[in-house]
């Protein structure tokens, strides 16, 4: 047998499952087998992986690139700080305005001329015709996940200037929820819980009073019960049309407190979200407002929750919410906590902060790790062939060095003049990233031409 790649000598990671070792035969860009002896097999490429660990590729299902830069910018910029980070797949979420008949096919040509890995979109549900043309949409471009911006309540008339706005209260998303059912069991709402009756009484009285410029005064401005009263609300409501809903980043440790007592909201369908930032950084992090961002960053105590909740397989899936923006545009209309943009950089955090805080700090078995950080989202978002180590699949792998410490400067990664993680010294880092059998990445460094990233029409 010939085959294009081999990795040997190294431990497989069979997401939720086991380790082992065997090695791994690649054949045009997909798994073609595991050997426990592979001296008979003839290899174009060999990659001797002793003493390294082999995941399967992360899956990055949560980014907002081309928001405050480029689409095209992005793609390269973004996409090759994720590859550092082994990430091989990403999931873009994107809002407009107009028919996303209008959007998707120049979404689809920036990506692939521009893109160093593969990626998908999920759109955001904003408008009367949005809802009109979905059916349409998912035949023609295979797009199977939409957002519900809760915090857009009442305000997607004022924001985006259309005529035909969603409200986005609780009456809407059961009408989606309902309309998602009947059009086909493949679509997964993905929901940003943020109770906004809740919140914005909060910010009005916070606005009366003396203000902080500070990330703990802005983690008061949308507190943990305004996202645990959305999401207990949200999870119901797909209950009753027995949906797909996927929770996007849970940031707070009283949605898992609520949430493991429930278990009954929990079952075939539901997929809970957290992100890097909400894991390893806290309100009295040193990056200040640097780490602005929707919904806040609260307590060290809200971050253990959430690393429980990830043990415990209450949340399944590690989103980076990359939303990269420099430092003048950051801060572009002001340095106070009202004033300063949500969102930063921290595209190929996902699998470096797992490894180093979850396995190393926690002992977080690193078949969790890899279920989390890539086969639940190929799972619940539709991506089929990606996020599994068995025969057929892509062959999308990261090769981890499991006792490789590195500290996240801006440099690491590229693509941005600050970080909200720098400093940190993070133990675990792909030294490969493989994408459909290609190098991409090795030992921190680009091997792999941009545009070589693939749409997923799901």
Same mark, same amino acid.
């Given at each position: ?24 035969? $690649? ?8 050997? %426990? ?8 490429? $060999? ?44 999931? #873009? ?42 059916? @349409? ?57 943020? *109770? ?17 410029? !500070?990330? @703990? ?52 369908? &539901? ?12 309100? #009295? /992090? ?7 961002? #929707? ?26 919410? #990359? ?32 490894? /180093? ?19 639940? !989202? ?19 792998? %990261? ?33 490969? !990233?493989?994408?459909?059998? @290609? &190098?991409?990445?090795? *030992? ?15």
């Amino acid at each position: 047998m010939v085959v294009d790649l081999l990795i040997k000598n190294g431990s497989v990671v069979f997401p939720g499952d086991k380790v082992q070792k065997v090695d791994v035969g $690649v054949v045009s860009g997909k798994i073609a087998g595991f050997y %426990a002896n592979s001296d008979g097999i003839e290899a174009k490429n $060999v990659i001797d992986s002793t003493n390294l660990h082999i995941f399967p590729g992360v899956i990055d299902p949560h980014m907002h690139i081309g928001i405050y830069n480029p689409l095209e910018r992005d793609f390269v910029e973004q996409t090759r700080a994720a590859a550092i980070g082994g990430i091989t797949t990403l999931v #873009n979420y994107f809002r407009g305005k107009e028919s996303y008949h209008i959007y998707t096919p120049q979404l689809i040509e920036t990506g692939e001329k521009n893109s160093l890995i593969d990626f998908t979109f999920s759109f955001g549900v904003l408008t009367k015709r949005h809802l009109s043309e979905l059916e @349409e949409i998912i035949k023609e471009y295979g797009i199977t996940s939409y957002k519900f911006y809760r915090n857009y309540q009442d305000n997607i008339g004022k924001i985006f200037g259309v005529d035909d706005p969603l409200t986005l209260d609780a009456a809407d998303m059961m009408e989606i929820l309902d309309l998602f059912k009947k059009t086909s069991d493949k679509l997964v709402l993905c929901v940003h819980c943020e *109770d906004m009756d809740l919140q914005r009484s909060v910010v009005k009285k916070l606005k009366e009073g003396a203000v902080g410029d !500070t990330l @703990e005064f802005f983690s008061k401005t949308s507190p943990d019960y305004a996202e645990t009263a959305s999401v207990m609300q949200a999870l119901y409501l797909n209950k009753l049309v027995n949906g797909n809903m996927y929770i996007v980043h849970l940031s707070a440790g009283s949605s898992v407190d609520i949430l493991e007592k429930m278990d009954w909201l929990m079952e075939e369908g &539901v997929t809970l979200e957290t992100c890097p930032h909400y894991l390893v950084l806290n309100e #009295n /992090s040193s990056c200040g407002l640097l780490a602005k961002v #929707n919904p806040p960053i609260h307590t060290k105590e809200d971050s253990e929750k959430l690393w429980e909740g990830i043990r415990k397989g209450l949340i399944k899936t590690i989103g980076s919410d #990359n939303c990269p923006c420099d430092l003048d545009k950051k801060y572009g209309k002001g340095q106070s906590v009202w004033d300063v943009l949500p969102g930063f950089p921290g595209a190929g955090m996902i699998l470096p902060v797992l490894i /180093s805080e979850g396995y190393h700090k926690r002992n977080i078995p690193l078949e969790t790790v890899a279920a989390v950080t890539s086969f639940e !989202t190929a799972k619940a978002l539709g991506l089929t062939g990606k996020g599994a180590m068995e025969i057929g699949a892509d062959a999308d792998f %990261a090769v981890v060095d499991l006792e490789l410490e590195k500290e996240v400067k801006p440099e690491v990664f590229g693509g941005s003049d600050y970080s909200v993680y720098d400093g940190m010294k993070l133990k675990g880092w792909p030294v490969y !990233t493989i994408s459909r059998g @290609e &190098v991409i990445q090795k *030992d921190g460094q680009i091997t792999a031409e941009q545009g070589r990233g693939k749409f997923i029409k799901r």
